[in-house]
């Protein structure tokens, strides 16, 4: 196995702290809102992260919290706390608003096959442990108390942008012109580790502290949550790139300070899924959800797909165009998939060979593109359909792209499951290019495609139930 590591900007052979075993945490959702499917891509590759370890035969524990207090509207500790003003939208309490969305967000992570973490901690479940890091850190001289809020005292430190050399400027994400800034902080970098009633008076969830009523910083919440499940030394620790600073900045900071010692190893970031406007967001034109998809007739397996064709690391590009592309090639690949027929007897020195081939493929740094690829080289191999089927279904552990499940659902009974899989492939092709082509208003294409396939004998009829097509 080998991944990139963020914090040291190289690709690297992975090597646990324990042999065989691997302690992963996520960070999960701020629960004041639906994930949109830029959100999700994040969550797709760790999900693959996590099960190439597993196929590759390592003992994986990982695990994830849930913000459900204390993460404001900027991620430099400034604006509005999200969940009050999710709770503000929908005239609900903080925790209903809290509970609506964690089961939404379960929901979604159901439908696009990410497998559910081992530990899934809310934030709230562990306010005795932040007030115990932060009074370590009071300890220690790392923190200290103003405006009734208590800070982390970055200048403390030998180093604090850890992720590389970007200037100052580059690196405050989050950080708007209209924001105040927070005249007690000594250093322009410090974060709150605890705020109490002196920041909003209307704060929903408060507790009591050494430091007086109050709640958790967003920050303080991966570092402990960590702690509590997978013990002081950590393998990997993911999320998307935008966490990389000053989220993931700041936990290493307050996890090391307080430990003593070197906290994580590796650091996975997921880069951002983005629309013609930019990077995708719930701030910005139609808010696109799981939900969303489904209700304009996609399946979200195809968006899973449609993540797993790039690199985690490149920034990836989303239109319906190519998601109508995605919907074709996995159509395509399950007519494929349907054609093969589980004849003769597994072949388990075949089945040894195509999965370290794919160990190889997708362990070099995730390379999920190859591992797609190796799935049409089986296809194309001279192997007996019942080997070939062991290998898909292998694979498939890791792609989770319910292959064999939608392959075997194409029964004799489906008009078009006895077809030539190639003619299937070609006309369902046709079919995601005339659905592009409307919904871009571009009818004279659209027309154009319908007259193309019935020069080739096919009829196409647009149903309720989707685009029908017999041959003339």
Same mark, same amino acid.
Request: proline fraction near 3%; charge should be negative; glycine fraction near 6%.
């Given at each position: +196995?080998?991944?990139?590591?963020?914090?040291?900007?190289?690709?690297?052979?992975?090597?646990?702290?324990?042999? /065989?075993?691997? !302690?992963?945490?996520?960070? /999960?959702?701020?629960?004041?809102?639906?994930? *949109?499917?830029?959100?999700?891509?994040?969550?797709?590759?760790?999900?693959?992260?996590?099960?190439?370890?597993?196929?590759?035969?390592?003992?994986?524990?990982?695990?994830?919290?849930?913000?459900?207090?204390?993460?404001?509207?900027?991620?430099?500790?400034?604006?509005?706390?999200?969940?009050?003003?999710?709770?503000?939208?929908?005239?609900?309490?903080?925790?209903?608003?809290?509970?609506?969305?964690?089961?939404?967000?379960?929901?979604? +992570?159901?439908?696009? &096959?990410?497998?559910?973490?081992?530990?899934?901690?809310?934030?709230?479940?562990?306010?005795?442990?932040?007030?115990? +890091?932060?009074?370590?850190?009071?300890?220690? /001289?790392?923190?200290?108390?103003?405006?009734?809020?208590?800070?982390?005292?970055?200048?403390?430190?030998?180093?604090?942008?850890?992720?590389?050399?970007?200037?100052?400027?580059?690196?405050?994400?989050?950080?708007?012109?209209?924001?105040?800034?927070?005249?007690?902080?000594?250093?322009?970098?410090?974060?709150?580790?605890?705020?109490?009633? =002196?920041?909003?008076?209307?704060?929903?969830?408060?507790?009591?502290?050494?430091?007086?009523? %109050?709640?958790?910083? #967003? *920050?303080?919440?991966?570092?402990?949550? =960590?702690?509590?499940?997978?013990?002081?030394?950590?393998?990997?620790?993911?999320?998307?790139?935008?966490?990389?600073?000053?989220?993931?900045?700041?936990? $290493?900071?307050?996890?090391?300070?307080?430990?003593?010692?070197? @906290?994580?190893?590796?650091?996975?970031?997921?880069?951002?899924?983005?629309?013609?406007?930019?990077?995708?967001?719930?701030?910005? %034109?139609?808010?696109?959800?799981?939900?969303?998809?489904?209700?304009?007739?996609? &399946?979200?397996?195809?968006?899973?797909?449609?993540?797993?064709?790039? *690199?985690?690391?490149?920034?990836?590009?989303?239109?319906?165009?190519?998601?109508?592309?995605?919907?074709?090639?996995?159509?395509?690949?399950?007519?494929? $998939?349907?054609?093969?027929?589980?004849? /003769? =007897?597994?072949?388990?020195?075949?089945?040894?060979? @195509?999965?370290?081939?794919?160990?190889?493929?997708?362990?070099?740094?995730?390379?999920?593109?190859?591992?797609?690829?190796?799935?049409?080289?089986?296809?194309? !191999?001279?192997?007996?359909?019942?080997?070939?089927?062991?290998?898909?279904?292998?694979?498939?552990?890791?792609?989770?792209?319910?292959?064999?499940?939608?392959?075997?659902?194409?029964?004799?009974?489906?008009?078009?499951?006895?077809?030539?899989?190639?003619?299937?492939?070609?006309?369902? %092709?046709?079919?995601?290019?005339?659905?592009?082509?409307?919904?871009?208003?571009?009818?004279?294409?659209?027309?154009?495609?319908?007259?193309?396939?019935?020069?080739?004998?096919?009829? $196409?009829?647009?149903?309720?139930?989707?685009?029908? #097509?017999?041959?003339?």
């Amino acid at each position: +196995m080998k991944i990139y590591n963020s914090l040291t900007q190289r690709v690297e052979e992975f090597v646990p702290n324990e042999p /065989g075993k691997v !302690s992963m945490y996520t960070c /999960g959702p701020t629960v004041y809102h639906f994930a *949109h499917i830029g959100n999700l891509r994040t969550y797709i590759m760790e999900d693959v992260l996590e099960k190439t370890l597993r196929y590759a035969d390592y003992d994986v524990k990982r695990v994830m919290n849930i913000t459900d207090v204390g993460h404001l509207s900027s991620d430099a500790d400034t604006g509005e706390d999200k969940m009050i003003k999710g709770a503000k939208r929908e005239h609900k309490t903080v925790m209903e608003i809290a509970k609506f969305y964690t089961d939404a967000f379960f929901s979604d +992570m159901e439908k696009l &096959n990410i497998k559910m973490p081992d530990v899934v901690e809310p934030a709230t479940n562990c306010i005795d442990e932040f007030i115990k +890091m932060i009074s370590a850190l009071l300890e220690k /001289g790392f923190a200290y108390k103003a405006g009734e809020n208590i800070y982390f005292d970055t200048s403390k430190l030998k180093s604090y942008y850890v992720f590389g050399n970007q200037s100052e400027e580059e690196l405050m994400v989050g950080v708007r012109d209209d924001v105040t800034e927070d005249t007690n902080k000594k250093n322009k970098n410090d974060f709150v580790l605890w705020f109490t009633k =002196s920041k909003f008076e209307d704060q929903a969830l408060k507790w009591d502290s050494p430091w007086g009523v %109050g709640y958790p910083g #967003w *920050h303080i919440e991966c570092s402990c949550i =960590s702690m509590k499940h997978l013990g002081e030394k950590m393998d990997i620790h993911c999320g998307g790139v935008d966490n990389m600073f000053p989220h993931h900045t700041n936990e $290493i900071a307050q996890s090391e300070s307080f430990l003593g010692h070197k @906290w994580c190893n590796y650091w996975f970031h997921v880069h951002h899924l983005n629309d013609q406007t930019g990077k995708m967001s719930k701030s910005k %034109g139609e808010f696109l959800t799981v939900s969303l998809l489904e209700k304009k007739g996609y &399946n979200p397996v195809a968006y899973r797909l449609f993540c797993l064709q790039s *690199h985690y690391r490149k920034p990836l590009m989303f239109s319906f165009e190519a998601l109508d592309q995605a919907e074709g090639t996995y159509k395509k690949l399950i007519n494929r $998939i349907a054609s093969v027929k589980p004849e /003769g =007897s597994t072949d388990e020195a075949a089945l040894k060979e @195509w999965k370290d081939k794919f160990v190889e493929a997708v362990g070099n740094d995730i390379n999920t593109s190859m591992g797609i690829t190796l799935l049409y080289d089986v296809l194309k !191999s001279d192997l007996n359909g019942a080997t070939k089927r062991a290998i898909i279904a292998d694979y498939d552990k890791v792609l989770s792209l319910d292959l064999i499940k939608a392959a075997d659902a194409l029964t004799p009974a489906d008009e078009h499951a006895n077809d030539d899989p190639e003619l299937v492939a070609f006309v369902e %092709g046709k079919i995601a290019e005339r659905k592009a082509a409307k919904k871009e208003k571009n009818f004279e294409l659209a027309d154009a495609i319908r007259a193309e396939l019935l020069e080739k004998g096919i009829v $196409i009829e647009d149903t309720r139930e989707g685009v029908k #097509w017999k041959k003339a």
